[in-house]
């Protein structure tokens, strides 16, 4: 069977292999149009540098750019002369071990080396300038138009067909599904259809009637004169100054993120055959060239031989698109894809088309992953203008976006009194920590890199949260409310959700593999009612898709409140409204008078309970807890306090400790799914939790792991447990090192930190005061 009829729109570099995955898998009703001619269209992939560079923080990244270069050696269409990394600061020296450290986690070989071993690999360099250098070996330089003729030819000989100078000018739809599109001179009926576009996705999301948040940007780029360059010479990365160079022949290109950051309105590209190719901003490239020159100097004896501005696409956190539109059924998105990640990502797609979910971990790429306010073309602007600048930059994983103050709580106004140092999250502005409450009389020395957004007076607000009882905003975690029969969450989640009315259930978003892509809380408030508590709009998406007739799926976030009151003396404010500890986990009821949701539940091992009410109430709300609090010391807490807290009591989160590449058996979830559903066989990987040795450091996530002198798996978070005394981590690892007393090492920076597999939960309250009691 050839499969649906798929029309692709677009024919460079990642069109022609997103044919290729598809037909290869046995999809050969594949048409690809293009407006441009085959295959030089005139879009990005025809003046792509052609970089494909394995190492990032990401491992979806560095997996996508692998494949790629995989692919493209079997078609003949990749040089893999490696990739050199330089540091000219200490700060650069630092953030070159971190990259080496994720090419461990991902298992991308790589090597630091001294400036003289720099200069052996390209004697171009002055050595006297740089510090060190990262080499990675496997990485290199892929032909973009052979690729993409080649993938295309291959897709062809298996029934595709491609169609160039064909300008796609509406996309057909009927009752919230695509049916085509139609060009000036045909339409082709499609039952999906696949916005492979580049820089031009948002016009094409206009003819759909969606918003294909990217942002079109200019990026300079230069050849230079004969320059002594062989092709054997690696790519030269030069992020202190925002350059990257690679050899034609003889002669240099020289890439520059260096300038400011140049947006294009697709209305002012010129009509020609290299659109993408603009004409070159001298004045703005004069600091690259000092930069390179300085860097190179063997540079000042050549002149500029070819120089363009070429567009390319970004987006607000600068990774890709992909996936299907939640508004129009059947259309597809693949944007905002450079060649490093373009088979690749093809691939992931593919899969996902044919056989219902990806073969790895896209959330970060995907399509629904933003907010309805991160479509708004100013904060796509504002974001992607950041994330341009920060290509090459040293970016902190805790480093603010550039857009704030778009979504705040009611609470906000109260928390900035308080002194509140607010952080974002999903847009939301969340407090961090609290200024007003006093710092520990003890302060624990902490390295610069983690102790950057962080504060000490975490730990006063998560001994307060232990010892008394502590007050946290929950308002940015997603709230969805479900209606219809409970045989619909009891089929789309892995709990037994079916129980009565008052019952609040542990679950999860499972895909068909039983990897996890959503953790939720689901509270029955009646027999076809419930709130589910979950981690983000793609659990929103995914409940909307599968919701049949007569079950209602509704995001009530942004028009509600919450907060999380937990700690042992939580339990006196019952007296004010609050359920005591036999009542159902979940009631509707007043606060005063104010109407309320509670929930008897906890993220961090204590008792109490997650309070929602409307946002038109939450200034009543706050106030009224924070004065009821007052006699029991009740403290106000922020984000790091509760980061900690919940690594204690052994609280995983989506999305940075597991994705759907881990099932709920690897993952210590087993509990979330019903009874009776067993593992086909025991789980090869755990996610383990670790105690270290206490050096004033704390990992951020994905440094990589050793045992025996080998990288064996990576960390996912990690805090200081205050009431457990000394830091922790979550880290996956082979089953047979997650057995706990099992010692380890975790690579940070420059050295190792010495760890040992602990048994969880790390600090359980309950039994932890029953022993003080007994003692």
């Known amino acids: 069977m050839p499969g649906p009829k ?42 792509s540098a052609g970089l494909v560079v394995q190492t990032s923080p990401s491992r979806t990244l560095s997996r996508l750019a692998r494949y790629t270069s995989e692919k493209f050696t079997e078609l003949g269409c990749f040089a893999a002369v490696g990739s050199l990394e330089v540091a000219t600061t200490p700060e650069r020296l630092a953030e070159l071990h971190r990259r080496f450290g994720y090419g461990q986690s991902w298992g991308v070989s790589s090597a630091l080396l001294d400036p003289a071993a720099c200069h052996a690999l390209f004697p171009l360099l002055d050595a006297g300038r740089i510090l060190g250098g990262l080499h990675t070996p496997a990485d290199g330089l892929a032909a973009p138009l052979r690729a993409a003729e080649a993938q295309a030819a291959r897709a062809a000989s298996r029934g595709a067909r491609f169609i160039g100078n064909e300008r796609v000018v509406e996309v057909l739809r009927q009752d919230g599904q695509v049916t085509g599109v139609r060009s000036a001179d045909a339409t082709h009926p499609a039952d999906i259809v696949v916005s492979c576009a580049g820089f031009w996705g948002p016009a094409i999301g206009d003819l759909a009637g969606l918003t294909i948040p990217l942002l079109p940007m200019a990026h300079q780029h230069v050849r230079t004169t004969a320059a002594g360059a062989t092709s054997s010479l690696p790519i030269l990365r030069h992020p202190d100054r925002g350059l990257y160079v690679r050899t034609y022949g003889d002669r240099l290109g020289i890439g520059s993120h260096l300038h400011e950051p140049i947006p294009v309105r697709l209305d002012d590209l010129p009509g020609d055959a290299h659109p993408a190719m603009l004409p070159f901003t001298a004045g703005t490239f004069k600091q690259s060239w000092a930069a390179a020159t300085e860097l190179m100097p063997g540079l000042v004896r050549t002149t500029l031989e070819e120089a363009f501005n070429g567009v390319l696409s970004v987006t607000a956190d600068g990774f890709p698109l992909l996936g299907e539109s939640r508004e129009l059924r059947g259309f597809w998105v693949a944007g905002a894809i450079t060649v490093t990640h373009s088979a690749g990502a093809a691939k992931a797609l593919a899969e996902w088309l044919v056989d219902g979910y990806p073969g790895i971990d896209l959330h970060e790429c995907d399509l629904n992953r933003f907010d309805r306010a991160q479509l708004a073309p100013a904060y796509v602007r504002r974001r992607a203008l950041r994330a341009y600048a920060d290509t090459l930059g040293i970016v902190h994983p805790h480093d603010p ?30 407090p961090l920590w609290y200024a007003t409450n006093p710092p520990p009389e003890e302060i624990r020395p902490r390295d610069d890199w983690s102790a950057r957004h962080w504060s000490p007076i975490a730990e006063t607000e998560a001994r307060s949260a232990r010892k008394r009882a502590a007050l946290f905003d929950l308002t940015g975690r997603t709230r969805i409310e479900v209606t219809g029969p409970v045989s619909f969450l009891s089929t789309v989640t892995s709990g037994d959700v079916d129980q009565p009315v008052g019952a609040v259930v542990h679950t999860l978003l499972l ?15 009646a027999e076809d009612r419930f709130l589910v508590g979950a981690g983000g709009p793609l659990d929103v998406d995914h409940l909307v898709r599968r919701a049949p007739a007569g079950v209602t799926v509704r995001d009530v976030t942004g028009g509600t409140c919450g907060v999380g009151l937990w700690g042992p003396r939580a339990r006196e404010l019952t007296d004010i409204g609050l359920p005591a500890e036999g009542a159902p986990a979940v009631r509707e009821g007043f606060f005063g008078m104010i109407p309320v949701t509670v929930l008897r539940l906890s993220a961090v091992g204590e008792p109490g309970w997650e309070i929602y009410t409307e946002a038109q109430y939450g200034l009543r709300l706050w106030d009224t807890l924070i004065e009821a609090g007052r006699e029991f010391g009740l403290v106000v807490a922020g984000r790091l306090a509760y980061e ?38 025991l789980p090869d990987r755990r996610l383990a939790c670790l105690r270290l040795e206490d050096t004033g450091e704390i990992p951020l996530g994905r440094e990589p792991v050793y045992a025996g002198g080998f990288a064996v798996g990576h960390v996912t978070s990690a805090a200081y447990a205050w009431t457990a005394g000394g830091p922790i981590a979550f880290a996956w690892l082979p089953a047979a090192l997650s057995v706990p007393g099992t010692q380890v090492e975790i690579g940070y920076i420059d050295h190792r930190i010495l760890a040992a597999v602990a048994a969880e939960p790390i600090f359980e309250p309950e039994q932890e005061r029953l022993r003080n009691k007994r003692g």
């Open 6 to 47: 798929v029309v692709v729109i677009g024919a460079g570099i990642v069109g022609c292999a997103l044919a290729d995955e598809l037909t290869g898998r046995g999809w050969t009703d594949v048409t690809v149009l293009e407006q441009g001619p085959l295959f030089t269209t005139g879009g990005s992939s025809s003046h």
């Open 511 to 525: 895909d068909p593999s039983g990897g996890i892509v959503g953790d939720l809380t689901v509270a029955r408030l």
């Open 401 to 430: 976006p550039s857009v704030r103050n778009l979504r705040l709580s009611p609470f906000h106004p109260r928390q900035a009194e308080m002194g509140a140092v607010f952080g974002v999250a999903a847009g939301w502005e969340q």
């Open 644 to 681: 900690s807290l919940r690594m204690e009591h052994g609280r995983r989160v989506w999305g940075v400790d597991m994705t759907c590449e881990d099932d709920p058996y690897q993952t210590g979830l087993e509990s979330a799914v019903r009874p009776g559903a067993r593992p086909a066989m």
